[in-house]
């Protein structure tokens, strides 16, 4: 009997382009073994379309790609969290969301490239940059032995996974 798949929820304030990323590539990566979802504190309402222009790129279905607010599970009822990751960027002085309650949480700070300024080309390679970088972080946790890190030695990693990857380049 398999082991049920782990919640995992990805934060940020819009919910237009970096959470929406990580939970693509999270239930792609983690296929079976975590279920992504993303939320935001304050929700734009709609995905950015370079967002969904990239992922369509890479072969994502994006169906499931809808701003949605955070609220949404803390609701009675919502999937129970086992993991929280917030991807603001709190370098460019964002607000990052707190959840609260007991699951394992870390802060992947990641620049919002819906932010970026410049030509057309220059915003989405700002987006394939988010991407890449979600990306090299997600790929790192899926590798991780959960079943052998206590809950110290696991967000000690987890923490590590978000300062340690370059910011650019």
């Known amino acids: 009997m398999s082991e049920p798949a782990l919640n995992v929820l990805f934060l940020c304030t819009g919910n237009s382009a970096r959470s929406i990323l990580a939970e693509a590539i999270l239930n792609r990566a983690g296929q079976g073994k975590f279920r992504a979802f993303s939320a935001g504190s304050n929700p734009k309402g709609e995905v950015h379309p370079y967002t969904v222009q990239l992922l369509q790129s ?8 809808r701003s ?22 709190d370098a460019a002085n964002e607000t ?4 609260p309650g007991q699951p394992i949480s870390a802060h992947w700070g990641v620049p919002d490239p819906a932010r970026a300024e410049g030509t ?10 988010a991407y890449r970088m979600l990306n090299n972080r997600i790929s790192i946790f899926t590798a991780l032995p959960l079943k052998t890190l206590d809950g110290l030695a696991l967000k000690k990693r987890l923490d590590e ?9």
């Open 161 to 169: 996974i978000g300062r340690d990857l370059p910011q650019a380049g």
């Open 120 to 129: 057309d080309a220059e915003k989405h390679l700002a987006f394939a940059e």
């Open 96 to 99: 990052c969301p707190v959840w």
């Open 58 to 65: 890479l072969g994502y279905d994006t169906s499931f790609a």
């Open 68 to 89: 949605k607010s955070w609220d949404e599970f803390a609701r009675p009822g919502a999937p129970k969290t086992d993991f929280v990751f917030t991807v603001c960027d």
